[in-house]
C-alpha cells in the first residue's frame, strides 16, 4: 500500500515519525455515499517509519507498507466480529433459543469478535507486523 504521509520528527536508528492520513475501504468518494463522517475521513494517525531516504521534518513523502498485512488486519477488524454475531445467532436458534436469545448469543459473539480484534491489535504493534517505509521524498519542508 502506497501513502503520502508528512514527516513529523526524526528518530534513531534511521526511524522517522510520519503522519499518515487514514485510508477507508471506499475510497472517499463521499459525494457518492455519504457513509463516512468528516472526521474519519480527516483523521491522520502518527506511525514510525524505516526512513532510508534521510526526509526531514516537514517533508511531504511517499510511504509503502505490506498490502497483504494491512489487508488481513482489515479482514480481522471488519469481518471477525460479524461473523461471530452470525454464527452464535445461528447456533442458539437452532439449540432452541428465542429470537431475544439468538439475538443476544449473536452480540455476545460480535462484542467477543472486537475483543479478539483488540488483542490482535495490540499484539500486531508489539510485533510490529505492519511496517512502513518512506521510499521518496515528495516535497521539502
Given at each position: 500500500m502506497v501513502q503520502t504521509a508528512k514527516v513529523t520528527r526524526i528518530l534513531e536508528n534511521g526511524l522517522a515519525e510520519v503522519a499518515v492520513k487514514r485510508q477507508s475501504a471506499c475510497g472517499h468518494d463521499c459525494s457518492q455515499c455519504g457513509?463516512?463522517?468528516?472526521?474519519?475521513?480527516?483523521?491522520?494517525v502518527a506511525v514510525v517509519a524505516e526512513n532510508p531516504v534521510r526526509a526531514m521534518p516537514g517533508d511531504t513523502v511517499t510511504v509503502e507498507s505490506a498490502t497483504g498485512r494491512v489487508l488481513r488486519a482489515a479482514a480481522l477488524l471488519y469481518l471477525v466480529p460479524f461473523a461471530l454475531f452470525f454464527v452464535l445467532y445461528l447456533l442458539a436458534i437452532s439449540l432452541g433459543a428465542p429470537e431475544g436469545g439468538g439475538i443476544g448469543a449473536g452480540f455476545a459473539g460480535f462484542a467477543a469478535g472486537l475483543?479478539?480484534?483488540?488483542?490482535?491489535?495490540?499484539?500486531?504493534?508489539?510485533?510490529?507486523?505492519?511496517?512502513?517505509?518512506?521510499?521518496a521524498i515528495q516535497a521539502a519542508g
Open positions: 457513509g463516512c463522517s468528516e472526521m474519519l475521513v480527516s483523521q491522520t475483543l479478539l480484534a483488540v488483542a490482535a491489535d495490540r499484539r500486531m504493534r508489539r510485533k510490529k507486523s505492519i511496517t512502513f517505509r518512506i521510499t
